[in-house]
Nanobody
């Protein structure tokens, strides 16, 4: 069983930056494919970014150039650095993991999820 715990959310003004983290346990982290998703009130959960166990990265088009996903296998942690934040980035941000499906943008491809961390961007 894989456990995921997000941290680092908060309130930030538009144009500001925030970094959210996700600590994983229960399985060797270097073997996990990781993803970040977000869900705004009244909307479906949507893909933000993914990084495979080998370091291949994909982004949702609306965050490319503003957000950066990275991983530190020594710390069993994946990060999402968010710059130039916009009010429309406001959402609960979820970390997801799967040992087999790599780099998917689909929620169905990830079997393990954290509880989420709230990110609020004020205008």
């Amino acid at each position: 069983q894989i456990q995921l715990v997000e941290s680092g959310g908060g309130l930030v003004q538009a144009g500001g930056s925030l970094r959210v983290s996700c600590a994983a346990s229960g399985r060797p982290f270097s073997t996990l494919n990781m993803g970040w998703f977000r869900q705004a009130p009244g909307k479906e959960r949507e893909f933000v970014a993914a990084i495979t166990w080998s370091g291949v990265i994909t982004y949702y088009v609306d965050v490319k150039g503003r957000f950066t996903i990275s991983r530190d296998n020594a710390k069993n942690t994946v990060y999402l650095q968010m710059n130039s934040l916009k009010p429309e980035d406001t959402a609960v941000y979820y970390c997801a993991a799967d040992p087999q499906r790599a780099g998917s943008a689909s929620t169905a491809a990830y079997n393990y999820w954290g509880r989420g961390t709230q990110v609020t961007v004020s205008s």
